[in-house]
Each structure stands twice: as C-alpha cells, then as structure tokens.
C-alpha cells in the first residue's frame, strides 16, 4: 500500500472537495482524506498510478500540482 500527499490547484470550497473525493474513489483509491488544496492518499500501486489520480483529477476540473510520499 503506497501512502501520498498531494497538492491540488484549483479547489476552493467544500463542493470542490465532494468532488475531488468522488473522483479519487472512482479510480480506486482506498482511502482519500480530502481538504481544500491537497489530499493523503493510501492506494495499491499495482492498480492505481499517479499517472491516473491525475487523469481524473483533470477529468474532474482539478489539477494535481506535485505529490509526495508519506
């Protein structure tokens, strides 16, 4: 289980954050704790990638700035 923290251009309310959850739990995501402007991820690699939290983040109106490992 891979552990992330990732920065989020473009939330800025609660409505923001629904959606950047609802998104991240589409694609797999075990458990995404979601705030304004970033997010801690915990997800299996061999089935999501960051290459993919990414595609639905865009998909979702959202831009995924940088990340990190926890």
């Known amino acids: 289980m891979k552990k992330i923290k990732i920065n989020i251009d473009g939330m800025t309310c ?11 739990n589409s694609v797999g995501i075990n458990d995404a704790q979601v ?3 970033h997010a801690i991820l ?25 990340w990190q490992s926890l």
């Open 35 to 37: 705030e304004i402007g």
């Open 42 to 66: 915990s997800f299996d690699e061999k089935i999501v990638t960051i290459e993919k939290i990414s595609e639905v983040l865009k998909e979702a109106g959202y831009t995924l700035k940088d």
């Open 14 to 24: 609660g409505h923001c954050v629904k959606r950047v959850t609802d998104a991240l």
